[in-house]
Antibody, heavy 121, light 112 residues
């Protein structure tokens, strides 16, 4: 059974930084691309970033490009999202999600439970 | 960016009655490989999203067969043949054909 467990969410001030983690189990992690999707309070889903299975290809939404960095450590079955220069509008629950293959994107077939990031002074 | 427009945004349905949600895309969602990467998700209250349908019409494992997806090009539909209480929640379409990945605004299904 696929399991994705996010952590790292917290209250942070505008301009601050945070690193989210997502530990995966139940599948061969390095065989699958992974992604992050966020959901602001009471709002819809917004794709944030994706990374290929070997970490060589990364993709970002315009709203986070240059501020957020997605990465992975396949030896630890862990996905990361480094978030810098945080803004109030980055406040959201952040979900990690599994893709359908190493270079297969836009599938998001399994999701974690999410971790809440609150950006506020 | 590809804009996905869902309708209706709110859908009150009587138990046992059918329901239908439309998702219209601003561009064709047919990829260069000939496959249309249109996905439907369900988000029950207080839960994470769950994928229901992928590539327009393929049901995920464990999804009841009362859920079905159809459509082509720019127009897609999610249908529930007979709504049950556990179907309450918000439904999103998503396209995976072009970067960035984009979602519809969501349709909130409630029991009338």
């Amino acid at each position: 059974e696929v399991q994705l467990l996010e952590s790292g969410g917290a209250l942070v001030q505008p301009g601050g930084s945070l690193r989210l983690s997502c530990v995966a189990s139940g599948f061969t992690f390095n065989n699958y691309a992974m992604g992050w999707v966020r959901q602001a309070p009471g709002k819809g889903l917004e794709w944030v970033s994706d990374i290929s299975g070997n970490g060589g290809n990364t993709f970002y939404a315009d709203s986070v490009r240059g501020r957020f960095t997605i990465s992975r450590d396949n030896s630890k079955n862990t996905l990361y999202l480094q978030m810098n220069s945080l803004r109030v509008e980055d406040t959201a629950v952040y979900y990690c999600a599994k893709e359908a293959g190493s270079e297969a994107y836009g599938h998001l077939d399994s999701w974690g439970q999410g971790t809440l990031v609150t950006v506020s002074s | 960016d590809v804009v996905l427009t869902q309708s209706p945004l709110s859908l009150p349905v009587t138990l046992g009655q059918p329901a239908s949600i439309s998702c219209r895309s601003s561009q064709s969602l047919v990829y260069s490989d000939g496959i249309t990467y249109l996905t439907w998700f369900q988000q029950r209250p207080g839960q994470s999203p769950r994928r229901l349908i992928y590539k327009v019409s393929n049901r995920d494992s464990g999804v009841p067969d009362r859920f079905s997806g159809s459509g082509s090009g720019t127009d897609f539909t999610l249908k529930i043949s007979r709504v049950e209480a556990e179907d309450v929640g918000v439904y999103y379409c998503m396209q995976g054909t072009r970067w960035p990945l984009t979602f519809g605004q969501g349709t909130r299904l409630e029991i009338k």
